[in-house]
């Protein structure tokens, strides 16, 4: 199994292959959706450690240590690049897909009104980890209303659906275009 340091090396790697700036609060973020997706595709983690509901969203504190010093700067591409298995690498290249394109803080936004942080986050112990059965449970219905397949498949039908789907590439293509004509237009 992956690190969450190996995830999120990938991510920035593939960030930096398009162009995009990745930011700390930008990466925790890609690293929820990479587990979320892992949970709901492949039912199992991506990574092992755990993710905690922070003021700001779900945090890897793992993560956190090694890039708080960046702030809201840019993270460039590590010099290294990680191993991760094919089918792992499938379902990171979904999660750029969908969400490499948007801002740290839509990001942060729309986490905050997704299930898994907020169980967390509204709980009365001190225990603020998300819940991997949340996790899971709440990215399958995700994927239902997408038309996906939610229900646990094996490895090679994990690979050939995301390599031929283009009803969700056309779909991130249209919502990234309503999102850039929403922020162009003036609310005067």
């Not at 709901?40 to 240590?65: K, Q, T």
């Not at 460039?76 to 897909?97: C, D, F, M, Q």
Request: aromatic share 10%; net charge negative.
């Amino acid at each position: 199994m992956s690190t969450v340091r190996d995830i999120a090396d990938h991510l920035l790697h593939r960030a930096d292959e398009d162009g995009n700036t990745v930011t700390h609060l930008k990466l925790q973020k890609l690293c929820y959706y990479a587990q979320g997706y892992s949970l709901a595709l492949l039912s199992e983690p991506m990574f092992d450690e755990p993710i905690e509901a922070w003021e700001h969203g779900p945090v890897v504190r793992e993560l956190w240590n090694q890039y708080r010093t960046y702030g809201k700067a840019p993270i460039g591409a590590p010099s290294r690049t990680p191993e991760i298995e094919p089918y792992r690498a499938k379902v990171l290249e979904e999660v750029h897909r969908r969400f490499g394109w948007m801002t740290a803080w839509d990001l942060r936004n729309r986490t905050h009104d997704e299930v898994p942080w907020r169980e967390a986050w509204f709980q009365p112990e001190n225990d603020a980890t998300l819940n991997l059965e949340i996790m899971r449970d709440f990215f399958r219905g995700e994927l239902r209303k997408s038309r996906r397949t939610p229900q646990p498949v094996d490895r090679s039908t994990v690979l050939a659906l995301l390599e031929n789907d283009n009803d969700l590439r056309n779909q991130v293509i249209r919502s990234r275009r309503e999102f850039d004509a929403g922020r162009s237009e003036s609310w005067d």
